[in-house]
């Protein structure tokens, strides 16, 4: 496992130079929610922003954003793998979609970022 895993970091070094250092990553999410539903999804994002930080891998920040048009999440992670995993986790996928998806105008726009 040691070597594939050696390859496969040599090999992103080669064709992604750019990305493979990168020592950090911001999962944003963009949220369409009525402002009236606003408070409440505020709430839910102080709900699980301490389970966030302490139990999600590589987890560093969450911030939300809000604009007139939307509220964003702004995550950030040790790494871009991390970032990724936390989509498919039990906590994004259980507890954090189920809450907001009665508020949600909209499927939410997900990307993540690489920084260095």
Do not use: C, W
Not at 2 to 19: E, N
Not at 37 to 59: E, Q, V
Not at 74 to 85: C, D, M, S, V
Request: aromatic letters at 10%; a positive charge.
């Amino acid at each position: 496992m040691t070597r594939s895993l050696s390859a496969v970091f040599f090999t992103s070094a080669l064709i992604l130079p750019g990305l493979a250092f990168a020592e950090k990553a911001y999962l944003e999410i963009t949220l369409k929610v009525d402002p009236q539903d606003r408070a409440a999804a505020g709430a839910i994002y102080s709900k699980f922003k301490k389970s966030f930080l302490s139990k999600i891998p590589g987890a560093k920040s969450k911030e939300l954003l809000i604009r007139d048009e939307d509220v964003q999440v702004l995550h950030g992670f040790a790494t871009r793998k991390q970032a990724e995993t936390y989509l498919s986790s039990n906590l994004f996928t259980k507890d954090v979609v189920v809450q907001l998806k009665p508020l949600l105008k909209a499927d939410p726009e997900v990307r993540i970022y690489s920084a260095d």
